[in-house]
């Protein structure tokens, strides 16, 4: 379980994140929702120990993360918003780095290794260098990286941007298994599609502060829309007036 209680952050005169509480649950997909510039990345980067909060508390599994960070990344995968690749190293040798950083090694790590191969659809790519790589294919080795450990916690920011149709379908398949195996799953997104077909909860970010946190049937009741797009947007639209 992720919770977020009160976040805010500042960088120089502006507030990137205002007042940030949720929480995501075990065995939920939590979509983390808002236009371009609403703190949702900021929000992510503070969960997983990139970026250290002004005040409020970030916890994964009941630890702190600015308290106990170590502690907090061994029970988080993540896929950032940069993607940032070895070029020398083989989708493999990724997989297999990040793995032993986490303390596996030997027969369980080729094993765990091949299974993410396997799982990704990376056998074509698995002994190529990253080098040229495409941007789905980049994801999948970014992916393959995050998941290694095998976290119960998966924090993915914009996990199928830039995507293909295929790439896009396997990132699916793969967050619907991991909520099948119970983990906690909280990934941000701006496409409504993805969202809609993902997501069991969806905390909405404008202006740095959530203005919404329920379902998807929850969210469009509250605004009378027939599609979740359409709820969004009176989301969004009604926080901004309220902004002016």
Known sequence: MIEARNLHKRFG????VEDVSFTAEDGVITGLLGP?????????RMLYTLVRPDRGTALVDGVDVVQRPEDARRALGVLPDARGLYPRLTAREHA???GELHG???AALDRRVDELIELLD?????????EGFSQGERVKVALARALVHGPRNVLLDEPTNGLD?????????LLRRLKAEGCCVVFSSHVMQEVAALCDRIVVVAHGRVVADGTPDALRE?????SLEEAFVATIGSDMGLMQ
Do not use: E, Q
């Open 104 to 106: 596996l090694s030997g």
């Open 13 to 16: 005169s502006v507030t990137a």
């Open 122 to 130: 990376m056998k074509d790519i698995a002994d190529r260098r990253t």
């Open 165 to 173: 149709v295929m790439s896009t379908r396997a990132v699916r398949t």
């Open 36 to 44: 371009n510039g609403a703190g949702k990345t900021t929000t992510m």
């Open 96 to 98: 297999r780095y990040f």
């Open 222 to 226: 509250r605004t009378g829309k027939d």
